[in-house]
């Protein structure tokens, strides 16, 4: 049984996520300015939030994993960490590359896989430079291999503790083991 107020956080953390994903939309040129109260709404009442929050650099974190559009190939997601937002000094290994600072709603992504050490060997922003923060989906909060190994994703700490009422609230290990077999 879930405490009462880790339902009052999961109905304020999906109020929060229906107006970021609305404004999100809203700076796309998505809907009009009359449109959106009637989003805000929709969003709100349209079941599980399978997203969390709009990616901003006051809702994702640095250190968190995203869901973004493959840069090179919009059929398709990637799951990244997000390692560096604007203002930040990236520096290269290789000293041909020159240091540079990230502009306004950029960011720098890289793949987990400790085992990639090299831009040719990680497709990630090593491969494809900086992206747009607009591009981002939303923020992995759990992930699930098999029926066993399953569980909650390392994310900032910050985004960890914003993500704990939704998953209390929506996570069904079982249902999600269903939905795995099949």
Same mark, same amino acid.
């Given at each position: 049984?879930?405490?009462? !107020? &880790?339902?009052?956080?999961? #109905?304020?953390?999906? #109020?929060?996520?229906? #107006? ?10 998505? #809907?009009? =300015? ?8 929709? &969003? ?11 990616? =901003? ?6 250190? =968190?994993?995203?869901?973004? %559009? ?12 997000? *390692? *560096?937002?604007?203002?930040?000094? !990236? ?20 793949? =987990? ?5 090299? %831009? ?6 090593? &491969? ?53 077999? *099949?």
């Amino acid at each position: 049984m879930v405490a009462h !107020m &880790t339902w009052l956080r999961y #109905i304020a953390s999906k #109020i929060d996520y229906s #107006i970021s994903l609305t404004w999100k939309t809203y700076r796309r040129g998505q #809907i009009a =300015d009359t449109g959106l109260l009637d989003s805000v709404w929709k &969003t709100l009442f349209q079941g599980k939030m399978t997203k969390i929050l709009a990616a =901003d650099p006051t809702r994702v974190g640095v250190g =968190d994993v995203v869901v973004l %559009k493959d840069p090179m190939s919009i059929e398709k997601y990637l799951v990244r960490r997000l *390692a *560096a937002i604007e203002g930040y000094e !990236m520096a290269s290994i290789d000293e041909k590359d020159e240091p540079f600072v990230l502009e306004r709603d950029q960011c720098w992504l890289l793949a =987990d896989n400790e085992n990639l050490k090299t %831009k040719q060997e990680a497709y990630d922003s090593r &491969t494809f430079g900086p992206v747009s923060m607009i591009e981002i989906i939303g923020r992995v909060i759990c992930c699930l291999r098999t029926v066993v190994d399953h569980g909650p994703v390392n994310n900032s700490h910050f985004s960890a503790r914003k993500d704990l009422p939704v998953l209390e609230v929506e996570l069904d290990v079982d249902e999600m083991a269903k939905i795995h077999k *099949a």
